[in-house]
């Protein structure tokens, strides 16, 4: 799975939407309550978030290429990038793509980026983040 998000303090998620004209597929607010999971259920504390937060995600597909997942993120942002850099100066927003990788049966993907998911993060000033669950 691979994500990209625009996150930050506190900023107008529908405006975000209306700008880029793509429908996030996850947001959240800074100070929405998170909803317990199995990691939590038992935690008598109730979790905040500290961050708003816009994302579009492929979700989880079977693959050995990480750049599949990201080519397919740049599909939808191709030609945003003035209007994602103009957003993120002005709401001072922090532009993140995350790679989420599970490894099963010793079966790794591809782990290396491309030009063109290189120079696209760059152009908007993006940071590039791993997340690897070996099951």
Known sequence: MAYFCL???????EEITEVLTIKPTETYTKGDIIEKNRA???SPEVR????TDWTLSTGYQNSYDINDQLKS?????????K???RLKKKYKLTSIFII??????????????EKEIIDYASAI??????DLYVM
Request: glycine residues 8%.
């Open 7 to 13: 996150v930050g303090d506190h900023f107008p998620l």
């Open 40 to 42: 939590t259920t038992f």
């Open 48 to 51: 905040k978030r500290v961050e």
């Open 73 to 81: 993120l740049l599909n939808f942002l191709e030609g945003k990038q």
């Open 83 to 85: 209007d994602i850099i």
């Open 100 to 113: 989420v990788i599970e490894v099963g049966k010793n079966q790794t993907p591809a782990m290396c980026l």
């Open 125 to 130: 000033g993006a940071e590039i983040h791993f």
